[in-house]
């Protein structure tokens, strides 16, 4: 496996119908908006679900969700100490935790873990060379509330009625864009390979599979497109920020509150020397 040469660009572009695709604990999981309308998801949750598609695909993850834990560990530090030695200098610790972990050799991480002793505990701290943006929508969304009930009390003798009411909140329809890029330097420090990024690639064509959940059911959320740039160089022929921005995205209709895919006009602007994979969702 070799180490990644060239530097890598990619949008994904998500569909969300009749979902709520990243809700905010602070707004009463309202999904998250900005000020003016335009929908969010953060870049912590985008890289959660491709931890859980890396690790559907037989990657081994360091940062497990509960309920997806594999090896039965009940904590990150316990996993850390289970998996590589005691005594280890820094520099081989990070080494050996890239080695065994795609999401620490992908998205680096900070391992700050207590020991008996003062000189026992870990104090790593890795960067890793893929970075992702939070994801926003290309115009304004509707976020739509619904009042429901419980038909049952959860504990006898609970005084709330069988009545009590709540609250379920979505959109009905949103395009997002997912934008993110591979650093070739990072990468060399890591170990992030091509068959990283090849499983990277993946992991974005199929990142709402496996992601059901009462406010996200299937088929509410899905990807459409990835675009994936592969540069001819270590630094890239043009910044991310160009290349990103040569993927335009009009609503045909602004004043009106887009439904489907169709009512956007979606063009790709040509960068001399650079032209991308573009690789369908599921």
């Known amino acids: 496996m070799s180490i990644l040469q060239n530097k890598i660009d990619f949008i994904a572009l998500a569909v969300v119908r009749d979902a709520n695709p990243n809700g905010n604990p602070l707004d009463g999981n309202r999904p998250r908006t900005t000020y003016d309308g335009i929908g969010e998801i953060s870049d912590v949750c985008i890289k959660r679900k491709l931890r859980n598609r890396l690790q559907d695909n037989g ?49 680096g991480q900070v391992f700050a873990f207590k020991g008996a002793a003062p000189k026992e505990g870990v104090s790593v701290g890795v960067r890793g060379p893929v970075s992702i943006r939070q994801a926003k929508s290309i115009s304004s969304v509707e976020v739509i509330s619904q009042q429901i009930t419980k038909s049952v ?20 329809f949103g395009l997002y864009e997912i934008k993110g890029s591979i650093n070739v330097q990072l990468a060399e420090k890591t170990g992030f390979t091509e068959d990283d990024a090849e499983a990277l690639k993946e992991a974005l064509r199929t990142l709402f599979v496996n992601d059901a959940s009462s406010a996200r059911p299937d088929g509410s959320m899905e990807i459409v497109k990835v675009y994936w740039w592969k540069h001819n160089n270590k630094i890239g022929q043009y910044s991310s920020a160009k290349v990103h921005d040569s993927l335009q995205i009009q609503q045909k209709e602004p004043e009106k509150l887009a439904t489907c895919l169709e009512d956007y006009e979606i063009t790709l602007m040509p960068l001399e020397d650079l032209e991308p994979e573009i690789i369908e969702g599921m």
């Open 153 to 172: 009390n959860s504990e006898p003798g609970n005084k709330k009625g069988s009545d009590t009411m709540g609250m379920k909140h979505r959109i009905g």
């Open 59 to 107: 990657e081994k993850i360091f940062v497990q969700s509960e309920e997806r834990c594999d090896d039965g560990e009940k904590s990150l530090s316990d996993r850390a100490k289970t998996n590589l030695p005691t005594g280890l200098s820094s520099e081989k610790f990070a080494k050996q935790a890239c080695e065994l972990w795609y999401d620490v050799r992908a998205f």
